[in-house]
């Protein structure tokens, strides 16, 4: 794998800045205003003239920085040059369903993977003007304060926070039983609608874990680097190394990892919701 001094990657972290500002300029200006809100495929699964103008002024930054990367954003699919070690995974609005119906939570979500490994991270809030940032090696941060996953040891003080992917009511695999299970073991278990969301939560400290499953590498490849960076952890369900492309995703504060793995690995499906 190519290696990056601190400097390079500060660069690309201040460009994806650059970009998620923009992105977060264009979400405020549609907010409230949305004319055309349709639905893509799957029930559920929106898209609005935010998602779209939001991703133009986000590719236009990129592409005018480093032409020659690879880019997989929501709404455009595969750009730019398949062979590039660089891939800039982007979600214009992490948080669709949320924007939509003016509940304020969802972001913008740029992450730059070198040779398939999350590197840099920004995920933009602009309803709550949150900006948090990270680059592999430099540190976490929020609106530039360092940022640290929370301490909390114990399952039942934690709070958790989970989400249910589009497929939910086609598949038995719906993280239903999850939620139940879990929300029976800890202090809460929120639901926030937007995963970028729910993993900067997790770095910053304000929830202790998150888990999910049905993602995208745009929905995570900004996050689970500010995670990483924050003294968090990211794997699959069983601790194994995350594989970004499974869409299954566990990110902790460390402390937790080892037991909402073990609680995640023994639960069957609601075969009810089937
Ligand atoms: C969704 C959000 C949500 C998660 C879904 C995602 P979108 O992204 O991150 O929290 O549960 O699986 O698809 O569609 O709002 O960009
Ligand atoms: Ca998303
Ligand atoms: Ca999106």
Request: hydrophobic share 40%; charged share 20%; glycine share 8%.
């Amino acid at each position: 794998m190519t290696r990056h001094t601190p400097d390079q990657l500060q660069i690309f972290l201040d460009i994806a800045t650059e970009a998620a500002l923009a992105a977060g300029a264009v979400l405020q200006s549609y907010w409230g205003k949305l004319e055309a809100v349709e639905e893509k495929g799957r029930p559920g699964d929106l898209v609005t003239e935010a998602d779209k103008a939001a991703e133009a002024i986000i590719l236009s930054v990129i592409n005018r920085h480093f032409p020659h990367h690879q880019v997989l954003a929501e709404e455009s699919g595969q750009l730019g040059d398949t062979n590039s070690e660089y891939l800039w995974a982007i979600d214009p609005l992490d948080g669709t369903t949320n924007y939509a119906h003016q509940y304020p939570f969802f972001s913008a979500s740029i992450g730059l993977l070198i040779d398939g490994v999350p590197q840099v991270g920004v995920v933009y809030d602009p309803f709550h003007q949150e900006l948090f940032r990270a680059a592999k090696g430099l540190g976490a941060t929020c609106n530039r304060r360092s940022i640290r996953v929370s301490k909390t040891a114990e399952l039942s003080k934690s709070l958790l926070v989970t989400g249910f992917a589009y497929d939910r009511r086609e598949t038995a695999d719906n993280n239903y039983a999850e939620f139940c299970h879990l929300t029976h073991l800890t202090q809460g278990v929120r639901r926030s609608g937007s995963a970028s969301i729910d993993l900067v939560y997790v770095a910053c400290g304000r929830l202790d874990g998150y888990w999910e499953r049905g993602l995208q590498p745009w929905d995570l490849a900004a996050g689970v680097v500010i995670v990483e960076e924050a003294g968090g952890k990211v794997s699959a369900y069983d601790g194994s190394p995350l594989v970004i492309h499974s869409g299954r995703i566990l990110a902790t504060n460390g402390y937790l990892h080892p037991q909402i793995s073990q609680e995640l690995l023994q639960i069957t499906p609601l075969s009810r919701w089937q």
